[in-house]
């Protein structure tokens, strides 16, 4: 595991400024836990690498995001939460399905920390997510359904409209459309249903697992892959480094064989 990480003022600064392709983050004079804030979210922030798309879940020790009638507002710890709203900061959008915009209710902004909003997309085939649901409120950030139905949307709402396939979206295909929007980095939220899709289809690079110290029982469980083989020789095996983060610990999992080009240059 990493040493003790500081998201400083000034980390953070450089983290904002190297997404806006203002600075580097390889030079400087930053303290060793600073220079672990920056190998934490440095993949996040470049912008020389071209396209890239994160996922990010919260669960309990033992696997799960709720309990069993649903409750999952406090599964991850308050360093956890801002380790999120870090995450939302440095991409160009967030996505998450219908079926997590309809129970949490997410408004998918950056409140705990520095940073503009990112567009929020909402995955939504056949059109359930009510106009009026929290995350298509206009706060100035762009909103994006993609959908299959012709339900019509309130004015300022984009959106892009796909085929499917059994009722559901290729990953390749949302990114393709998204890029097409102008929206190259992108963090795939929620739920574990979306982000399992993605990472099935091979459409991250990275995923982040932000493990709480607790354990729920029951519930729901964070990811349920598909085609996995019933051999743990052949189980997916990511590049994996864990980062403490007070109430928390993160898993940063690196996933396809381009996971390190993402990584930070060596420090100078």
Known sequence: MESSIDVSTRVWERLLEAKNGDSCLCCGEFSESERVALDLYGPLARRDLGPYTVGQIGQ???????????????????????????????????????????????????????????????????????????VLEDNGARRIVIQSSDKTRPSGVEVLSLQTKNGQFHPEEITAALHEEGLKHLLVEGGGFTLAKFIDAHMLQRIHISIAPLLIGEGPTGLNLQGTSPWLSQAIRPNTRAFPLGSDVVFDCGLGEDAELFLIPQHK
Do not use: Y
Not at 81 to 98: P, S
Not at 106 to 129: F, N
């Open 60 to 134: 309990s020790l033992d696997g799960r995001v709720a309990t069993a009638n649903g409750d999952s507002k406090q599964v991850s710890g308050p360093d956890g939460f801002q380790h999120l709203h870090r995450l939302r900061a440095l991409v160009d959008g967030v996505i998450i399905g219908v079926k997590t915009a309809l129970h949490d209710s997410p408004r998918l902004t950056v409140r705990h920390c520095e940073g503009e909003d990112p567009a929020r997309v909402v995955i939504d085939p056949s059109g359930r997510l009510p106009n009026d649901s929290p």
